[in-house]
C-alpha cells in the first residue's frame, strides 16, 4: 500500500481541475477516502438543482485517490477506464459528500464504490461504480 495522508490528497489536486471546484479530503485511509465540497450556484444546472456532473467529479475523483492508495508499485500511473452512476435525489444548497471504498483491487485494475449524499439531510443522492 502507498501511504497518502488526507493533507497528500489535498496538496495533490493544487492547480487541477478538483482544486478549482472546491473538492476537499477529509479522511483517507485504506478502507475509504472522503471529500466533500461546498454547493455553490454557480454549480446549478438550468433546472435549479445541482449540475450531476459536480457529483460524478468528486466521486470520480476520491476513487481516484483511493486507486493511488493501492496502486502497483510498478504502475506508472491511473485514469478511469468506466463509471456507472445512479442518481437518487438532488440539493440546491449545502454540502455534499463522496465515500468512496475499494471492491476489487487488482494489480492492474481497482474497482471502487462511492456514496454522494447531502451532509445537512444524510440524504444519499447518487451511488457510483468506478473502474481504475
Same mark, same amino acid.
Given at each position: 500500500? =502507498?501511504?497518502? %495522508? #488526507?493533507?497528500?490528497?489535498?496538496?495533490?489536486?493544487?492547480? +487541477?481541475?478538483?482544486?478549482?471546484?472546491? $473538492?476537499?479530503? %477529509?479522511? &483517507? *485511509?485504506?478502507?475509504?477516502?472522503?471529500?466533500? $465540497?461546498?454547493?455553490?450556484?454557480? +454549480?446549478?444546472?438550468? =433546472?435549479?438543482?445541482? /449540475?450531476?456532473?459536480?457529483? &460524478? %467529479?468528486?466521486?470520480? %475523483?476520491?476513487?481516484?485517490?483511493? *486507486?493511488?492508495? /493501492?496502486?502497483?508499485?510498478?504502475? @506508472?500511473?491511473? #485514469?478511469? $477506464?468506466?463509471?456507472? *452512476?445512479? +442518481?437518487?435525489s438532488t440539493i440546491n444548497?449545502? $454540502?455534499i459528500t463522496a465515500t468512496? #471504498?475499494?471492491? /476489487?483491487?487488482?494489480? @492492474?485494475?481497482? &474497482?471502487?464504490?462511492?456514496?454522494?449524499?447531502?451532509?445537512?439531510?444524510?440524504? &444519499?443522492?447518487?451511488? +457510483?461504480?468506478? #473502474?481504475?
Amino acid at each position: 500500500m =502507498n501511504p497518502l %495522508t #488526507t493533507e497528500d490528497c489535498n496538496q495533490g489536486i493544487k492547480g +487541477f481541475f478538483p482544486e478549482f471546484i472546491g $473538492i476537499e479530503f %477529509t479522511k &483517507v *485511509t485504506s478502507e475509504e477516502v472522503v471529500g466533500n $465540497i461546498l454547493v455553490k450556484p454557480k +454549480f446549478m444546472a438550468p =433546472n435549479g438543482f445541482l /449540475h450531476a456532473g459536480l457529483g &460524478v %467529479t468528486l466521486a470520480d %475523483t476520491v476513487c481516484a485517490w483511493g *486507486t493511488r492508495l /493501492h496502486m502497483n508499485p510498478e504502475a @506508472k500511473g491511473l #485514469t478511469t $477506464i468506466e463509471l456507472k *452512476t445512479n +442518481f437518487l435525489s438532488t440539493i440546491n444548497e449545502g $454540502i455534499i459528500t463522496a465515500t468512496a #471504498t475499494p471492491i /476489487h483491487l487488482g494489480r @492492474k485494475t481497482q &474497482v471502487w464504490d462511492a456514496v454522494v449524499k447531502s451532509e445537512k439531510s444524510g440524504k &444519499v443522492m447518487a451511488h +457510483f461504480r468506478n #473502474t481504475q
